[in-house]
């Protein structure tokens, strides 16, 4: 249909110096005799003055200490709760210099692309904090609510309430902050969601609205033909950002020049063709490290097999390397269907399967388990494989039944993992693809927002023991409705197909929280009648005032 080509510090120490006398004697212009006398004499002269030294110190262990050399209990200081920030990435675009071409029908644009934002903020103490959906320059689109007094002690605590942002239309990178309430950082969370039914670009991506950071591993990147990766770099802050890249593909670590040093300017956005710098990898894991100001980072990934649209996802960070990784939303086709269809030439990878990146220099032996709707299902050889260090390695999950999953990989070395979900099993048909990113541990109030339209699913998989976990729809109309309680059994994965309306107004997202054994969350769209998909990981909740250890010394 189209094809575009381009090329695209030391730790402080501290020491002491004492006073040395050295005596500088010429052997050779004195007799033998007056040489040892003086040997002799300074042997004498050392035992005394050594013997006075342990007089004085014998004399100052009986003496009190000087309050300088006494152990001080380490003070505790509070670090003040700072503003909860959202970078939503822009709509999915084609690279530039793509010809759209005379025929609509062929076009690589698309004519019935959108994108649009849906966020919610919470109260605290009956109190919604100031919050706004903002462009990158800082000029406010959306004023969630605006500027509150502190919370009283006095106020209805018990009551939450939610300021939204429902489907927001947006055709730029926009940014969800929520400023900080009585000592709490906010809780607030916020996705875009783009989609298009014509064009490359077609099908769903979704991605959260992501706290920048100054370390985040994105895996999940191809670069072979007809697969198009570029990664987005946001600084959403007041600070220039310096960026530098490292890159992993299946046989080992990329020296790429040009991926180190990028600078990414207070208020802008970055694009990156990663075919530039690593091209002709089918498995690409980038982790990205910023000096400076701390960035959002994540991978617009589009697929064509010659005229056909394979999809279109934002990849968004995962956890960073560990001993165990999981990731749930992992929706799983018709085994024999998959096979048959992973089996043709230019579509081996329209399957599921997870990808695992050794950044150390050790290989890691991974156990996979694939937790499903009523229990554990076997993977071949067991599911454990070994992962060369320095590269990443593909794993397909196949031969289990339809339904969806939550994939766990453990291992004795720390270790990156995202697992590809695909969605069409005919050749002559539109697909789509997404990729789950590892996720945290669910614990108390995460907010998942929830993009209107389609099928949305709430994906939960609970690990070896049964977890209990609690949600509470938040509507339009700035309500947190009643909670209702979903029971995990241990090694299990429980999916709950989320309504469209409660009580008349339309629900744009959840208030989610666990307990019991580990369990972990994802939020699955899909399109009725299309193979559209997208898997987005529950972000962390938000975190209270932290205090830390002050020791002052001399």
Request: hydrophobic share 40%; aromatic share 4%; glycine share 12%.
């Amino acid at each position: 249909m189209h094809n575009t080509s381009m090329s695209a510090e030391a730790p402080e120490g501290s020491g002491a110096a004492g006073d040395e006398t050295k005596e500088s004697t010429e052997p050779s212009k004195r007799p033998a005799a007056k040489g040892r006398n003086a040997l002799f004499s300074s042997l004498a002269s050392a035992a005394v003055i050594i013997a006075g030294a342990g007089a004085v110190v014998a004399a100052g262990s009986v003496l009190p200490q000087p309050v300088s050399s006494r152990t001080v209990p380490a003070g505790v200081s509070a670090v003040p709760a700072g503003s909860s920030v959202g970078v939503c990435p822009g709509p999915a675009r084609l690279l530039e210099g793509t010809d759209a071409g005379t025929d609509p029908q062929f076009s690589p644009k698309s004519a019935t692309a959108a994108s649009s934002v849906t966020g919610a903020v919470l109260s605290a103490g009956g109190v919604l904090p100031a919050s706004r959906l903002s462009d990158l320059r800082g000029t406010t689109t959306v004023e969630i609510a605006k500027e509150q007094a502190q919370p009283s002690a006095a106020g209805n605590s018990q009551e939450i309430l939610a300021g939204v942002v429902a489907g927001r239309s947006v055709d730029q990178v926009s940014v969800l902050s929520a400023d900080a309430l009585a000592s709490q950082k906010a809780s607030a969370a916020a996705a875009m969601k783009f989609t298009a039914t014509d064009g490359d670009l077609q099908g769903t991506a979704a991605a959260n609205c992501l706290q920048p950071s100054n370390d985040q591993w994105l895996a999940g990147a191809g670069t072979t033909v007809g697969r198009t990766s570029v990664l987005v770099l946001t600084n959403a802050s007041t600070t220039p950002a310096t960026v530098s890249l490292e890159l992993f593909g299946s046989g080992g670590q990329i020296q790429a020049p040009g991926s180190r040093g990028l600078l990414v300017a207070p208020g802008t956005s970055r694009p990156v063709v990663l075919a530039g710098l690593a091209p002709g990898e089918a498995q690409l894991t980038v982790h990205v490290r910023s000096a400076g100001g701390p960035v959002a980072a994540v991978i617009q990934q589009s697929v064509l097999r010659g005229l056909t649209p394979g999809g279109v996802d934002f990849i968004a960070p995962g956890a960073a390397p560990a001993v165990r990784q999981v990731m749930t939303g992992v929706d799983i086709q018709d085994p024999g269907q998959v096979a048959a269809l992973t089996g043709r030439s230019g579509y081996e990878d329209a399957g599921p399967a997870l990808q695992l990146t050794v950044p150390g220099p050790s290989d890691a032996v991974v156990e996979v388990k694939l937790y499903g709707r009523d229990g554990q299902k076997a993977l071949p050889n067991g599911g454990v494989m070994t992962a060369k260090a320095g590269t990443v390695t593909e794993i397909p999950l196949t031969g289990v039944p339809a339904g969806h999953y939550t994939v766990v990989a453990s291992s004795d070395v720390t270790f990156v993992a995202a697992a590809r979900v695909t969605r069409g099993l005919q050749d002559t048909q539109p697909a789509d693809v997404a990729w789950a990113a590892s996720g945290v541990r669910l614990g108390s109030q995460h907010v998942v927002p929830v993009p209107q339209g389609g099928q949305r699913h709430l994906v939960f998989g609970a690990l070896d023991n049964r977890a209990t976990i609690t949600y509470s729809a938040i509507t339009a109309d700035g309500k947190v409705r009643a909670p209702s309680t979903a029971d995990i059994a241990g090694g299990t994965t429980a999916s709950i197909t989320i309504p469209e309306k409660v009580e008349d107004s339309d629900v744009v997202g959840y208030v989610v929280s666990a307990s019991g054994d580990a369990a972990y969350g994802a939020l699955l769209l899909q399109q009725e009648g299309r193979n559209d998909v997208s898997s987005l990981a529950f972000l962390p909740a938000a975190a209270g005032q932290e205090t830390v250890p002050v020791t002052l010394s001399y």
